[in-house]
């Protein structure tokens, strides 16, 4: 964990993420799209051979760490407790595929208007690469080990208490607990963060 002039800093839930408390998984394990309109999507979007395949095998991988079931070429549904939305290789930000032509990047709820409710992990430093979205409070999203660099905001309900994220480390020390919301931070580091606890 850094710490920044007085300031812990932990990147956010980040990458983190997955809540793989008895979820199913679903084609984890494929090397290409395990379905036509998954092979479609990425048609569309005029992906290569190779960044299809790259982008599947990122997807299986949080597949079996997480739990929850694809519903796009980059889109792991955790069942009603949040998404997982994976970015393509060399990208900031993940691709819409379930809409349109996969040319447009997806909307990123706490980062675009009103209050979200969603306690946003970021793989990457600065709000980019691929995100995880958690909605369920007392609830363990699990970090896959993204290791140094990460970001997270916390845009849950204002006003509201309880509304403070929690990191915990493999043995389930207590890392970092989130200022509550609205707060953020754009450099963090995962490194020491397993699994995040959005709210009580």
């Known amino acids: ?68 079931t694809q519903v796009a070429l980059n889109k792991i549904d955790l069942k009603g407790k949040g998404q997982i939305l994976v970015a393509l290789p060399g990208e900031n930000s993940p691709r819409d595929f379930a809409s349109g ?19 946003c992990a970021y793989q990457r430093d600065n709000f980019r690469g691929t995100r995880i979205d958690m909605v369920v409070c007392n609830r363990r999203y699990y970090v896959s080990t993204w290791g140094a660099g990460g970001s997270w905001i916390n845009d849950q309900t204002r006003n509201t208490a309880g509304r ?14 989130t200022p509550p919301p609205y707060s953020s931070d754009a450099h963090g580091d995962w490194n020491p963060v397993r699994f995040v606890i959005p709210c009580r």
């Open 101 to 119: 032509d996969g040319t447009r990047m997806a909307a990123d709820p706490c980062r675009t208007g009103p209050v979200s409710g969603i306690f």
């Open 164 to 177: 403070e994220a929690k990191m915990y480390n493999p043995s389930g020390g207590l890392v970092y607990t």
């Open 1 to 68: 964990m850094a710490v920044t002039k007085g300031r812990v800093t932990v990147a956010a839930a980040g990458a983190l993420l997955m809540l793989g408390t008895g979820v199913a998984s679903a084609t984890a394990g494929s090397a290409a799209p395990s379905t036509p309109r998954f092979a479609s999507q990425a048609e569309s979007a005029h992906l290569t051979s190779a960044q299809t395949t790259a982008l599947q095998a990122d997807v299986d991988r949080y597949l079996k760490k997480t739990g929850g």
